[in-house]
Nanobody, 122 residues
Framework: QVRLVESGGGLVQAGDSLKLSCVASGRTFSTMGWFRQAPGKEREFVAATTWSGADVAYANSVKNRFTLSRDNDKRTMYLQMNDLKPEDTAVYYC?????????????????WGQGTQVTVSA
């Protein structure tokens, strides 16, 4: 069984930065990622990385502002978010999928954390 616990969300102003963390327990030697869901919208892909970190993908909307990293020794994945915008406001979810390979389809990710709220004011 895989358990994912996110932290680091909060209320910030436009232009500020936040760093999200996701601690994984269980068998997590595979691809991990971040998704987000704003009120009234579908869950959308933000970023993901393979176990080795050699392959990292970002949504176009966050590219060059967000940086994903992972520390496998600590079983922790991070999302450094810079230059935050009001449209980044959402609940951010950590996710895990067995087997290597990144997909942007949320339905292909079977394991999810409880989510952490990020609110960016104008």
């Amino acid at each position: 069984q895989v358990r994912l616990v996110e932290s680091g969300g909060g209320l910030v102003q436009a232009g500020d930065s936040l760093k999200l963390s996701c601690v994984a327990s269980g068998r997590t030697f595979s691809t991990m990622g971040w998704f987000r869901q704003a009120p009234g919208k579908e869950r959308e892909f933000v970023a993901a990385t393979t176990w080795s970190g050699a392959d990292v993908a970002y949504a176009n909307s966050v590219k060059n502002r967000f940086t994903l990293s992972r520390d496998n020794d600590k079983r922790t994945m991070y999302l450094q978010m810079n230059d935050l915008k009001p449209e980044d406001t959402a609940v951010y979810y950590c996710s895990y999928r067995p087997g290597d390979g990144i997909t942007r389809l949320s339905t292909r990710w079977p394991y999810w954390g409880q989510g952490t709220q990020v609110t960016v004011s104008a």
